[in-house]
């Protein structure tokens, strides 16, 4: 996002507000995501449990996901979170079902639609 979105800094927002955000489809260096828009401290915590399950081999990466679920927002931010994600199109080597949780940086969305 080379020029500052209000609409969707405050659509990010109302997101952290409310607790839970709209479909949101967005363009990312000529890739298509779509997901629900997650407030950023649920989607840390969610991605935290997912690597902190007993047996996953990446078990210790859920410390810094648990710390970054405490911290607090900044304002504006610099990331919008995804969950339920699936890569629309593009030549990227992402597979189409992304997973549970996606963090796009607001510097690298050049389009968006919410449904």
Do not use: K
């Amino acid at each position: 996002m080379t020029t500052r979105d209000d609409l969707l800094i405050d659509l990010i927002n109302r997101t952290e507000m409310n607790g839970e955000g709209p479909r949101i489809t967005v363009v990312t260096e000529g890739v298509v995501i779509t997901g629900r828009l997650s407030p950023h401290r649920r989607w840390a915590t969610h991605v935290a449990e997912r690597l902190g399950d007993a047996g996953a081999p990446d078990d210790r990466f859920a410390e810094d996901f648990a710390r970054e679920a405490g911290e607090t927002p900044e304002y504006p931010p610099a990331f919008l979170h995804l969950r339920g994600c699936q890569l629309i199109s593009g030549t990227s080597s992402l597979p189409a079902a992304l997973g549970e949780s996606f963090r796009v940086p607001l510097s690298a969305v050049s389009a968006w639609s919410v449904r």
